[in-house]
């Protein structure tokens, strides 16, 4: 096959794949990473339910953000079933960011959370309130 026709077949493969994503998005789905049998989840993915491989790890990043001089910054998170999703790891960074990693050692599910909360820049004062962000993983 000639280099035009390979180039032909490489962009309609990439326009489907384009296709097929911002549909999953269009709709309200997140287009989750699975890498190798991880799922991966940000700060989007709050309220969700997210189906994960039993024997796989479930990967969370939660990134900080920041406003009119207030930092909104993540807690590590936890899951609520360490015997459906075991702890792995996790780290918070000076930035507000936070990730953790878990496995999904058996079928059943586990309620993930993590927390926002606000620090001011000095002579900025917070809103007295703490976001959850919650997610369901149903290990299968």
């Known amino acids: 096959m000639g280099a035009a026709k390979w180039s032909t077949a490489f962009g309609a493969a990439g326009l489907a794949l384009v296709a097929v994503t911002a549909s999953a998005t269009a709709q309200g789905q997140t287009p989750h990473a699975r890498l190798a049998g991880r799922v991966v989840l940000t700060n989007t993915d709050n309220g969700r339910t997210v189906p994960a491989s039993s024997g796989g790890d479930v990967e969370i990043r939660l990134t900080h953000s920041r406003e009119r001089g207030l930092t909104y910054t993540w807690t590590a998170p ?16 000076p930035s507000g960011d936070a990730t953790a990693v878990f496995h999904a050692a058996s079928a059943g599910a586990a309620i993930v959370t993590a927390q926002r909360r606000c620090v001011p820049d000095p002579g900025n004062l917070c809103p007295l309130l703490v976001e959850t962000w919650k997610v369901t993983i149903e290990v299968k």
């Open 78 to 93: 936890e899951s609520g079933n360490s015997a459906v999703l075991g702890h792995a790891s996790d780290a918070t960074y």
